[in-house]
């Protein structure tokens, strides 16, 4: 193996994990400019050189549901294909982004045959199925942590793990570009404006969406001042239209090409499906409303499976309710709307939680593609 220029195999599923493992290659290739990377992923990795032998979202799925079960034999040959090309090419290292259901199996496989593997995003063992330890020690060499409390699980657990903080608090500016933002949105600086984001896949797009955009209408009704817009995930813009059709028609409701970022830094409030995206609005300072539904089956499965009183990253983090979950029947269009309003009435509570996004983003900036570059190097080292 050359230091300056290791092979490396990797696997990101969905949206937010192309995110991830974009910012990681940067990262990476500014320490190994003629590093190489191969396996599955998004448009992100593909930017930083990446080579997808399929793409990431072949492996998005929502919930416990019959979707589940009709990908599984699909999913199941990819990663057994994987693996066989991986073990056969033998990359200097393997590197899971997310996708733990998917990426612990396919690296456990790996580790057993001598290939070194690095897992970025530690599964939330600490929220639910905390009996993963077992196979992720048995899978994972090294774990990148993006939370602070995480790497002493596993230093207990006999793993080794690293905490590098959160590559979205390196890229989302500590001072939010609000301004800049609404002029790009084509937006006066004083119409309130709610960002509605019900997710980046099909399968809960389809769940969240309608009774995101049922909220949506009853809000217009009762604040006509009140603007919406609705960035989509590019390739679901027919999956979304017609729902605005049937659910908001009449709505002052923009549908955005992507854009999450700008409609995070230019609304006054977001309406917001659990996930990662709830970490984007807190780092972009933002009031929220929290909320998800699930199949019935998957709604009592995860029910039996948590830990944790919250669902949302940013209570997660705060250790409080600092904004409010609403989930599966308590996710209504009443609720909901009564939540945001009273967010836009309450300009005290808003800048309060402001400020703890703020002292969040501090805590999760730590530069976290040199931080997880040491870490890998340390793996490709003692390899």
């Avoid at 990681?24 to 992923?41: C, Y």
């Avoid at 593909?46 to 492996?59: C, I, R, T, V, Y």
């Avoid at 984001?197 to 949506?216: C, D, K, M, N, W």
């Avoid at 390739?235 to 049937?246: H, K, M, T």
């Amino acid at each position: 193996m050359s230091t300056s220029a290791p092979r490396l195999a990797m696997v990101a599923g969905e949206t937010s994990g192309d995110l991830l493992a974009g910012l990681l290659l940067g990262g990476m290739k500014s320490r190994w400019p003629e590093l190489t990377a191969q396996g599955i992923g998004g448009p992100k990795m593909a930017a930083q050189g990446f080579e997808a032998w399929w793409p990431h979202d072949k492996l998005a799925v929502h919930g416990f549901n019959m979707e589940v079960l009709r990908r599984f034999r699909e999913i199941w040959t990819i990663r057994r294909r994987l693996g066989d090309r991986l073990l056969a090419e033998r990359p200097d290292l393997f590197i899971g982004v997310d996708a733990p259901d998917f990426n612990l199996g396919l690296e456990a496989r790996l580790k057993a045959e001598g290939v070194k593997t690095v897992h970025f995003v530690s599964p939330s063992i600490w929220a639910w199925r905390g009996g993963r330890i077992h196979k992720i020690h048995r899978s994972v060499d090294h774990m990148l942590c993006l939370f602070p409390f995480e790497p002493q699980i596993y230093h207990d657990a006999g793993i080794a793990a690293s905490y590098v903080g959160h590559p979205l608090a390196d890229t989302i500016p500590l001072e939010v570009p609000r301004a800049a933002a609404r002029q790009k949105l084509g937006l006066a600086d004083g119409v309130p404006l709610l960002a509605v984001l019900p997710g980046s896949r099909r399968g809960e797009i389809s769940h969240i969406a309608p009774v995101f955009l049922q909220t949506v209408a009853r809000l217009a009704r009762q604040r006509p001042d009140l603007r919406f817009v609705l960035p989509v995930v590019p390739g679901l813009r027919e999956l979304v239209e017609p729902l605005v059709r049937a659910h908001a028609p009449d709505a002052p409701l923009t549908l955005l090409d992507g854009q999450s970022h700008e409609a995070l830094a230019a609304c006054d409030v977001t309406l917001i499906a659990s996930g990662t995206a709830t970490l984007e609005a807190a780092l972009f300072k933002r009031p929220m409303v929290i909320a998800y539904q699930l199949s019935p089956m998957s709604w009592q499965i995860m029910k039996r499976m948590g830990y944790l009183p919250w669902v949302g990253l940013p209570n997660i983090l705060a250790r409080d309710f600092v904004v409010p979950e609403r989930l599966q029947h308590d996710a209504n269009p009443t609720q909901l709307a009564a939540d945001v309003l009273a967010w836009l009435d309450d300009p005290a509570r808003c800048a309060s939680v402001q400020q703890r996004f703020l002292d969040m983003h501090h805590l999760l900036r730590r530069d976290t593609a040199r931080a997880a570059s040491d870490a890998i190097a340390q793996v490709l080292e003692a390899r």
